[in-house]
Antibody, heavy 124, light 108 residues
Framework: EVQLVQSGAEVKKPGESLKISCQAS????????IGWVRQMPGKGLEWMGI????????RYSPSFQGHVTISVDKSISTAYLQWSSLKASDTAMYYC?????????????????WGQGTLVTVSS | QSVLTQPPSVSAAPGQKVTISCSGS????????VSWYQQFPGTAPKLVIY???KRPSGTPDRFSGSKSDTSATLGITGLQTGDEADYYC?????????FGGGTKLTVL
């Protein structure tokens, strides 16, 4: 059974750093992309970026490029989302999700599995 | 501002049919598959339609999807109170993904 299990809720102050995690199980971690999605309070889903654990190829949404870092540790099948200096506007629920290839096997097409979410609260 | 446009809300009575639209462009929906996600308050999104019109196991056949040119539609027939949720369309554009702004479905 495929599972994505995320780290627990975090409360941080502006300017602090943070790294949240998403541990995958039930499939070959290095053969599938994995990504992050932000949902601000009362708002919609925003795609942040994805990484291919096999070679760490990473793609970011232009909206998040330079503001966060996505990484993986293949040895423990875990993906990370990291901030070096948090802002109050980073307060949100963050989901990891696994993109799946389409039936041709060439293009990414949909997110078939999602983590339970990690709530990040940034407040002074 | 999402690159995919959805109506903020739709509503219908139990047993009726509802459709939710998702409008994009030739670079995203026009050249890529569309997927749909259902999200209940306080829970993670769940895939209900993929590759425009395919249902994952577990999605009732009351749910359907279609795509035409640069727009897609999610249809739900025989509405139940348990269908009341937020629905998001999603697609890809040059290797990057995007979601619609979401539609709140109210079952009156």
């Amino acid at each position: 059974e495929v599972q994505l299990v995320q780290s627990g809720a975090e409360v941080k102050k502006p300017g602090e750093s943070l790294k949240i995690s998403c541990q995958a199980s039930g499939y070959s971690f290095t053969n599938y992309w994995i990504g992050w999605v932000r949902q601000m309070p009362g708002k919609g889903l925003e795609w942040m970026g994805i990484i291919y654990p096999g070679d760490s190829d990473t793609r970011y949404s232009p909206s998040f490029q330079g503001h966060v870092t996505i990484s993986v540790d293949k040895s423990i099948s875990t993906a990370y989302l990291q901030w070096s200096s948090l802002k109050a506007s980073d307060t949100a629920m963050y989901y990891c999700a696994r993109p799946h290839y389409d039936s041709s096997g060439y293009d990414l097409a949909y997110f078939d599995y999602w983590g339970q979410g990690t709530l990040v609260t940034v407040s002074s | 501002q999402s690159v995919l446009t959805q109506p903020p809300s739709v509503s219908a009575a139990p047993g009726q049919k509802v459709t939710i639209s998702c409008s994009g462009s030739s670079s995203n929906i026009g050249n890529n598959y569309v997927s749909w996600y259902q999200q209940f308050p306080g829970t993670a999104p769940k895939l209900v339609i993929y590759e425009n019109n395919k249902r994952p196991s577990g999605t009732p056949d009351r749910f359907s999807g279609s795509k035409s040119d640069t727009s897609a539609t999610l249809g739900i027939t025989g509405l139940q109170t348990g269908d009341e949720a937020d629905y998001y369309c999603g697609t890809w554009d040059s290797g990057l993904s995007a979601f619609g702004g979401g539609t709140k479905l109210t079952v009156l």
